[in-house]
């Protein structure tokens, strides 16, 4: 089973601010999600990458294989970025996730 | 296309009734799945499918059944409901395999047992 680990468990920052969110993982993998879960807690899949980077409007997701670890950036935070971010890994089956615990980010005007 | 819609929202159980949560998506996925969170723990699997009419059990499918009779739907059933089972619980579906495809989540359904 692959572990996954996320850092911070908690943010919080002003708004403006660069924001970095991490994930490592032990066994190595084809692809990495990145998701999103709102203060109401509806969950939203921002990101799947196998490799290098890939950006959708102020957020920015990177891999790096070889290191078993990703990262997630959101440049320019707002306040509406405030939410849960979890990363997430497939099994070598590829028909199953595995979650990390989530980083509750907080972003204050 | 609603998406991913799970019934109910919101339920209370007495420990010892029996429920079905169900989940529906529209957007013709072979692989749906069963999870739920809990404060302080990612979202861990119950059971899952990878096509009509079959199903595999998960992390943690102790006290759970599931069905998968449609193409679209996915039953999570508790038998005999434990304050345990207290949770939030989220259906997911994906086109195939999750290494090549992202998952698309309902709502969630609040579970609280007394």
């Known amino acids: 089973k692959n572990e996954v680990e996320q850092s911070p468990q908690n943010l919080t920052a002003q708004e403006g601010e660069f924001i970095t969110i991490n994930c490592s993982y032990s066994v190595g993998i084809s692809a990495l999600h990145w998701l999103q879960q709102h203060p109401g807690g509806g969950i939203v899949s921002l990101f799947m990458?196998?490799?290098g980077k890939k950006k959708h409007g102020r957020l920015i997701a990177t891999i790096n294989i070889q290191e078993k670890h990703s990262s997630l950036h959101i440049t320019a935070s707002h306040p509406r970025d405030s939410a849960v971010y979890i990363c997430a890994v497939p099994e070598t089956s590829g028909s199953r996730l595995t979650f990390g615990e989530g980083t509750q980010l907080t972003v204050n005007p | 296309n609603a998406g991913v819609t799970q019934t109910p929202k919101f339920r209370v159980l007495k420990t010892g009734q029996s429920m079905t949560l169900l989940c529906a998506q529209d957007?013709?996925?072979?692989?749906m799945y069963w999870y739920r969170q809990d404060p302080g723990m990612g979202l861990r699997l119950i059971h899952y499918?990878?096509?009509?009419?079959?199903?595999a059990k998960g992390e943690v499918p102790d006290g759970y059944n599931v069905s998968r009779l449609k193409k679209q739907n996915f039953l999570l059933g508790l038998e005999s409901a434990a304050p345990s089972q207290t949770s939030v619980y989220f259906c997911?579906?994906?086109?195939?395999?999750?290494?090549?495809?992202?998952?698309?989540f309902g709502p969630g359904t609040r579970l609280t047992v007394t």
């Open positions: 997911a579906s994906s086109y195939l395999q999750t290494d090549s495809y992202e998952q698309y």
């Open positions: 990458l196998s490799s």
């Open positions: 499918s990878v096509g009509e009419g079959t199903t």
């Open positions: 957007m013709n996925h072979e692989y």
